[in-house]
């Protein structure tokens, strides 16, 4: 069974601090890592995509990877409470529904950034 | 870009009719969409795979005679709630994944809520 483990939070935080959000996947041969936004009763939306270790920035988010641990992470700097979402963790998993493999979400993180 | 549309984005229905939502990829081509569901307060659960031209890989439980997929065109993928039910109430997201270039990230479309009387 390939899973995608996320702490289901509340994860709260106040604002102007860095959010950490951490997702383990249990499928070794995974290559693609995404992280998505959710806001209550909307639909995800793609915040971060990374293929290598290492880190990957983009405006105030880093996403990080490490394959040899299963570990893939978004930290958020400068937390502002329009960030207060669930963040869902997306892995690939190679021959899951279909030759090129579908995602597999985690459950996804609650975030809350307190003003 | 890459935008996914979903219409309609809210239906009321009386139980035992059926439902036509559609899922387009309005600037891209997909041969792939993918159909969620999704109730309050849990996470996303995958239902089908749409393939184009093909017939739809659907997850264990789902009723493939239920919830009928077709994807037609590169562009257009639909899913049909036959003889709905209360309990089919939920917030059906659909997504789709570039036929070229893009990698496997899913776009996804803005979900269609569906209230079954």
């Known amino acids: 069974q390939k899973e995608v483990e996320q702490n289901s939070g509340p994860l709260s935080v106040p604002e102007g601090a860095i959010a950490s959000l951490n997702c383990t996947y249990s499928d070794r041969v995974s290559q693609s890592f995404f992280w998505y936004r959710q806001y209550s009763g909307k639909s995800p939306e793609l915040i971060m995509s990374?293929?290598?270790?290492g880190d990957k920035e983009d405006g105030r988010f880093t996403a990080q990877l490490n394959k040899a641990s299963q570990y893939v992470s978004l930290l958020i700097r400068d937390s502002q409470p329009s960030d207060s979402a669930t963040y869902l963790c997306a892995v690939n998993s190679p021959g899951y529904g279909g030759s090129q493999g579908n995602l597999i979400f985690g459950k996804g993180t609650k975030l809350s950034v307190k003003p | 870009g890459a935008v996914v549309s979903q219409h309609p984005s809210w239906v009321i229905c009386k139980s035992g009719t059926s439902v036509k939502i559609e899922c387009r990829s309005l600037?891209?081509?997909?041969?792939?969409m993918f159909w969620y569901r999704q109730f309050p307060k849990q996470s996303l659960m995958l239902m089908a795979t749409s393939n184009e031209g093909s017939k739809a890989t659907y997850e264990q439980g789902v009723e493939k005679d239920k919830f009928l997929i077709n994807h037609a065109s590169l562009t257009l993928s639909t899913l049909t709630v036959t003889s709905a039910h209360p309990e089919d109430s939920s917030f059906y997201i659909c997504s789709a994944r570039r036929t070229s270039g893009g990698g496997k990230t899913q776009y996804f479309g803005p979900g269609t809520r569906l209230l079954v009387l």
């Open positions: 600037d891209f081509q997909a041969t792939t």
């Open positions: 990374i293929y290598s270790n």
